[in-house]
């Protein structure tokens, strides 16, 4: 959900500049997501832990759209998420923010674990739940925001979107929903 269909990003990186001291430098993207000082951590975790944030995370155009490409090709649309363990409430609204982005009867899965959940198709923006998911699902199809920082990890059944390929992303659908099971993608 976060980073492939709700703005994560572009929220924590706007929370985190109205934290920021006013001889600190600008929080690098990178420095936010591998392994952060523990004062950005602190910043962040206080974010997350801000009632209403997750629910009120902007939808992401091109996620969107692929959503609606693989709704109207007949797929069931389930999100699959990570819930932050101290964070219990946030479950709550990202199931609220799929019921009111995505339709109330929109599936929605809480995991520490997205390669134990069977489906021909899995998009995400993180490359380690993609490729445990595609360790057991060996015929699937794979699709990642362009904008996603493992743009450059090589798998034949993956594919990166942006604006520019949603029309490969529907034959890439319809060729996911239309193979006869075990048929290699």
């Known amino acids: 959900m976060d980073g492939t269909l709700a703005d994560y990003v572009s929220a924590m990186k706007r929370d985190m500049e109205s934290m920021r001291g ?50 109207e090709l007949g797929f069931e649309i389930r999100v699959l998420t990570k819930g932050p363990n101290d964070v219990p409430y946030a479950w709550a609204e990202k199931l609220e923010w799929c019921q009111e982005h995505l339709g109330k009867d929109t599936q929605v899965t809480i995991t520490r674990d997205k390669s134990t959940v069977y489906g021909r198709v899995l998009v995400d923006d993180y490359w380690p739940f993609m490729k445990g998911w595609l360790e057991n699902r060996k015929h699937g199809l794979g699709l990642m925001p362009g904008d996603s920082d493992d743009k450059d990890v090589p798998h034949p059944n993956v594919t990166h979107y942006d604006d520019s390929n949603l029309d490969e992303v529907k034959k890439l659908l319809i060729r996911a929903r239309d193979r006869e099971d075990n048929e290699p993608f």
């Not at 952060?36 to 629910?55: L, V, Y």
């Open 22 to 71: 006013p001889r600190e430098p600008e929080a690098d993207e990178n420095e936010l997501w591998n392994d952060p000082e523990p004062h950005i951590k602190a910043r962040k975790d206080i974010i997350e832990k801000k009632p209403g944030w997750w629910r009120d995370l902007e939808p992401m155009k091109t996620g969107m759209e692929v959503v609606k490409i693989a709704r």
